[in-house]
């Protein structure tokens, strides 16, 4: 599986974002997609996962309310909207498949088998 994600940019405190991680090659129902993000100088931290077999999520409490994963099987494509984006929010945002619905956390990345190139989301205060 590869996966490519897309949407990052500069964007106002308060603003919004949409963030795309389209995967080629067939995405399991046993699969779990996940963003996770590294901001300058701090550690890979979660942000949010969902379970392709029933659309299950589960987010990281900073950006609960704020942030919407979504997933569209016919595009194999998996989405990350954000609003009332904040500058802490200022990281690069990584999407990640995890093979294993079953086994391991859905919340470390070291639990996951395959990941994406980063997108850059930058929110100005």
């Known amino acids: 599986v590869q996966l490519q994600a897309s949407g990052g940019g500069l964007v106002q405190a308060g603003g919004s974002l949409r963030l795309s991680c389209a995967a080629s090659g067939r995405i399991f129902s046993n699969y779990v997609m996940g963003w996770f993000r590294q901001a300058p100088g701090k550690e890979r931290e979660f942000v949010a996962a969902?379970?392709?077999?029933?659309?299950?999520?589960y987010y990281a409490d900073s950006v609960k309310g704020r942030f919407t994963i979504s997933r569209d099987s016919a595009k194999n494509t998996v989405y990350l909207q954000m609003n009332s984006l904040k500058p802490e929010d200022t990281a690069v945002y990584y999407c990640?498949?995890?093979?294993?619905?079953?086994?391991?956390?859905?919340?470390?990345?070291?639990?996951?088998?395959?990941w994406g190139q980063g997108t850059l989301v930058t929110v100005s205060s």
């Open positions: 990640a498949a995890k093979t294993n619905l079953y086994s391991g956390s859905y919340y470390q990345g070291g639990e996951y088998d395959y």
């Open positions: 969902i379970t392709w077999r029933n659309s299950r999520t």
